[in-house]
């Protein structure tokens, strides 16, 4: 079990560009989440899919984020523009149920920041 | 308020003490409640779960929840130098998904 991969797991970038985050979630897993982490809010859900459908997208905090999972075996958080506010640390998880039973298994993280 | 709600700390304590780590969370309607143990720089990953009022004991490690004053909390006996971590209280309200509380630091002093 290779557990939930991301990448990259740094990236620098400047404002206005754009950021792709990449998650590869464990396999057998039904259900994908991606997690904002700052010191200022702690770990924020931005979404969450099931079955490759995003159903609860509430944390996602403007239309500069989408995120997809075009099959059960990748996903995609995108960022356009991006802006400073935006540097923190975003994971990704996933789990075999939505997390009330079985536990979210987290990837490394990708660490951005944006100048 | 927040949906839940911890002390950010730090906490410290020394070695061989026992560590109490305290949540609170709003909404009453909230069945299942989770501990994550985040050491620095790392990932979360699940330490604890319990669903019912009472104590549960797994190891060095127990979670206490009491519905009625909607708190849970973990308590780590024997702490050890490897026990310091932030430690993250996480509860699943109702038609909700999970939520994280910011996390409390432990360190535990040798």
């Known amino acids: 079990d290779a557990g939930v991969i991301q990448s990259p797991r740094h990236e620098v970038t400047e404002m206005g560009q754009e950021v792709t985050l990449r998650c590869k979630p464990i396999?057998?897993?039904?259900?994908l989440f991606w997690y904002r982490q700052t010191m200022m809010r702690g770990l924020e859900l931005l979404i969450y899919f099931n079955n490759n459908v995003p159903i609860d997208d509430s944390g996602m905090p403007e239309d500069r984020f989408s995120a997809k999972m075009p099959n059960a075996s990748f996903s995609t958080l995108k960022i356009q523009p991006s802006e400073p506010r935006d540097s923190a640390v975003y994971f990704c998880a996933s789990s075999l149920d939505r997390g009330q039973v079985s536990p979210l298994h987290f990837g490394n993280g990708t660490r951005l920041t944006v100048t | 308020q927040k949906e839940v709600e911890q002390n950010s700390g730090p906490l410290s304590v020394p070695e061989g003490a026992i560590a109490s780590l305290n949540c609170t969370y709003s909404?009453?309607?909230?069945?299942?409640f989770f501990w994550y143990r985040q050491y620095s720089g790392k990932s979360p990953e699940l330490i604890m779960f319990i669903y019912s009022n009472g104590d549960k004991e797994d190891g060095r490690f127990t979670a206490q929840l009491n519905k009625a004053s909607q708190y849970v909390s973990l308590l780590i006996r024997d702490s050890q130098p490897s026990d310091s971590a932030t430690y993250l209280c996480a509860v699943f309200p109702p038609a909700r998904q999970l939520t994280f509380g910011s996390g409390t630091q432990l360190t535990v002093l040798p």
């Open positions: 909404d009453r309607g909230s069945q299942s």
């Open positions: 396999s057998g897993h039904n259900s």
